[in-house]
T-cell receptor
Framework: EDQVTQSPEALRLQEGESSSLNCSYTVSGLRGLFWYRQDPGKGPEFLFTLYSAGEEKEKERLKATLTKKESFLHITAPKPEDSATYLCAVRGGGGYNKLIFGAGTRLAVHP | NAGVTQTPKFQVLKTGQSMTLQCAQDMNHEYMSWYRQDPGMGLRLIHYSVGAGITDQGEVPNGYNVSRSTTEDFPLRLLSAAPSQTSVYFC???????????????FGQGTRLTVV
């Protein structure tokens, strides 16, 4: 069964304190691993798509990496505006773009 | 370009009432879907559609109905609301994975539904 587990559930950082969020997955035939950011009361906002082990993508202070079993979202020198819930999802086999989501990591960055 | 638009943003229903959550997208995406988000759980797929006139069930379809008469619209109907359907509902749209373009899902802002 396709499954996504994110850790930690919550993370509190001081501004400038770098860290990583983890997304472990099991899926038959990975057709993409997605990272989304979700602010309170809003819908998920797309950040990155990774397709194969070894792939990396960056956007401002965020960098996503992928192995055969997990993905990391590295946050370098975070700012308070990076505070949000970060969601990881995988797309497996089958004819539809079905996404399997993890429960998310709530990140709080304090000045 | 509005993206994915959901209405209403908030709704309170009494047990047994029915209602329709609206979803519209202006990106000409073939694929549309409905998810629910509950505390401590990931988003779960309710129903999806791969094109006008074609719908199918996701992992939690019971108590919900969908139809897709146009590419733009994908309404979700609650037939007889139950407290267990209290949740935040998100509509999403995307291109097919066979597309040469980016195939990430775009989400609406959500509908927060409370059933009392």
């Amino acid at each position: 069964e396709d499954q996504v587990t994110q850790s930690p559930e919550a993370l509190r950082l001081q501004e400038g304190e770098s860290s990583s969020l983890n997304c472990s997955y099991t899926v038959s035939g990975l057709r993409g691993l997605f990272w989304y950011r979700q602010d309170p009361g809003k819908g998920p906002e797309f950040l990155f798509t990774l397709y194969s082990a070894g792939e990396e993508k960056e956007k401002e202070r965020l960098k996503a990496t992928l192995t055969k079993k997990e993905s990391f979202l590295h946050i370098t020198a975070p700012k308070p505006e990076d505070s949000a819930t970060y969601l990881c999802a995988v797309r497996g086999g089958g004819g539809y773009n079905k996404l399997i989501f993890g429960a998310g990591t709530r990140l709080a960055v304090h000045p | 370009n509005a993206g994915v638009t959901q209405t209403p943003k908030f709704q309170v229903l009494k047990t047994g009432q029915s209602m329709t959550l609206q979803c519209a997208q202006d990106m000409n995406h073939e694929y549309m879907s409905w998810y629910r988000q509950d505390p401590g759980m990931g988003l779960r797929l309710i129903h999806y559609s791969v094109g006008a006139g074609i719908t199918d069930q996701g992992e939690v379809p019971n108590g919900y109905n969908v139809s897709r008469s146009t590419t733009e619209d994908f309404p979700l109907r609650l037939l007889s609301a139950a407290p267990s359907q209290t949740s935040v509902y998100f509509c999403a749209s995307s291109l097919p994975t066979s597309s040469s373009g980016n195939t990430e899902a775009f989400f609406g802002q959500g509908t927060r539904l409370t059933v009392v």
